[in-house]
């Protein structure tokens, strides 16, 4: 697949079934990674349904059976010329964090399987998130000449300053899915798709039926002490932008595409 392909390919659709729930399904051929303009429809979605009176609750996933999320995508990364593109490239995962953050309605996370970088960042901005057993995370970037800061107040703010720098520091290590729960970014683990999936409906049901009001109100509290960041999280993308243009960061991420 050429670098154009990758960075053209890639969607995000949504549905909403009678009862409110409104699901969000995004997809890449390349373990669904996230191009910018895969970013931009995600984020201008949850943005939408937020505003839906139909939608009650959001449940967030991705395609297949396997990963998750390979976070940000490595095509598009090497096709950066200038700080511009690049800081704009990085303000995308800063604006799906930001509409996650600011959307009314409580969102479900749905990991089946590996999630890296902004996956990562993914998981930690939604409200409640359910995951498989196989459903091991990473924070990479460092390996690759960059580093989480636009994802990492979300990881931060989910599962801790020191378990999110463990992550950021050992950057081309696994850490398990028991892991990930144990420091709260997973409510819950399953042993199959099908089990989580019965779980995500049986939650999304209940939420479906609960007072609007209310989840606004008890999400404004969930996600109180980050009003700061839409300034923060533009000044991280900018921190990223800078670094992807540097020759240690072009070579690091050639040679990972290599592996």
Known sequence: MSTTDAINQG???YSINDKGIATVIFNHPLS??????VLKKLADTI???GQKDEAKVIVLKSEGD?????????????????????????MGFANVINACRKCPKLIIGRVQGKTVGGGVGLASAVDYCYATKFSAVKLSELAIGIGPFVVGPAV???????AM????????EWQTADWAREKGLYAELFDTVEEMDAA?????????TSNPEAMRLLKGIFWEGTENWDTLLQDRAAMSGELVLSDFTINAINAFKKK
């Open 11 to 13: 969607d995000v659709k």
């Open 32 to 37: 669904n990674s996230l191009p910018g303009r």
């Open 47 to 49: 943005t939408e349904l």
């Open 66 to 90: 396997r990963a998750f999320c390979a976070g940000a995508s490595f095509d598009e990364l090497i096709s950066i010329k200038d700080l511009e593109t690049g800081k704009k490239f990085f």
């Open 156 to 162: 931060a703010r989910k599962v801790g300053v020191s």
């Open 165 to 172: 720098s463990q992550l950021a520091t050992n950057a081309t």
């Open 200 to 208: 995500v409906e049986t939650l999304a049901n209940k939420l479906a």
